[in-house]
């Protein structure tokens, strides 16, 4: 059964870069067809997708947050990263990795892992 | 950007009863559109995709139904497990969540 884990620091300082990395387990992370996300949630709101990287290293963003992140992907250690630059208290949220899957490979997100709660803070 | 509305934000319900959510879309999104259940602590877990297809481990009660604009997640009889909040996503173009639906004990 595929599960993806996040993990990385649980608190940034403001105008620092927040990095943070998923591990893909019970399945490759070079299939065909899937690619693999990060959305994020503030505190008690809703979601938002952050961009989503394909195994050859092909990436989609969030174009409002675009300027600020890069997502890249580590097919020999199974893993993705995130980094998203310049951080405020706004970025402070929980952070999720999923697969991004479907008909395109861009539609739907499942599984997604527990997520990992990052607080920017100096 | 496709900007998805979810309405009620809260939906008090008894155990037994139905519920019915609804999402409405900025711009038709077809039938590109899926639900997600979230419990308190945990992660997202996807229940519906294409608008009305069920997910793996989900009963029938969960039903998904619309397309273009208007959609609705119905649960026809609601079980303790099925408090939670609930969330819509778009996928046509590049995706966006709804604000999600509380669905909460009456």
């Known amino acids: 059964q595929l599960q993806v884990q996040e993990s990385g620091p649980g608190l940034v300082k403001p105008s620092e870069t927040l990095s943070l990395t998923c591990t893909v387990s019970g399945g490759s992370i070079s299939t065909n067809n899937y690619y693999w996300g990060w959305i994020r949630q503030p505190p008690g709101k809703g979601l938002e997708w952050i961009g989503s990287?394909?195994?050859?290293?092909?990436?989609y963003y969030n174009p409002s947050l675009q300027s600020r992140v890069t997502i890249s992907v580590d097919t020999s250690k199974n893993q993705f990263s995130l980094k998203v630059s310049s951080v405020t208290a706004a970025d402070t949220a929980v952070y999720y990795c999923?697969?991004?899957?479907?008909?395109?490979?861009?539609?739907?997100?499942?599984?997604w892992g527990q997520g990992t709660l990052v607080t920017v803070s100096s | 950007e496709i900007v998805m509305t979810q309405f009620p934000a809260t939906l008090s319900v008894s155990p037994g009863d139905r519920a019915t959510l609804s999402c409405r879309a900025s711009q038709s999104v077809f039938s590109n559109l899926a639900w997600y259940q979230q419990k308190p602590g945990q992660a997202p877990r996807l229940l519906i995709y294409a608008a009305s297809t069920r997910a793996t481990g989900f009963p029938a009660r969960f039903s998904g139904s619309g397309s273009g604009t208007e959609f609705t997640l119905t649960i026809s009889s609601l079980q303790s497990e099925d408090f939670a909040v609930y969330y819509c996503q778009q996928y046509t173009k590049w995706p966006t969540f709804g604000q999600g639906t509380k669905v909460e004990i009456k």
């Open positions: 999923a697969r991004h899957t479907g008909t395109s490979g861009l539609d739907w997100f499942d599984p």
């Open positions: 990287v394909y195994y050859s290293g092909t990436t």
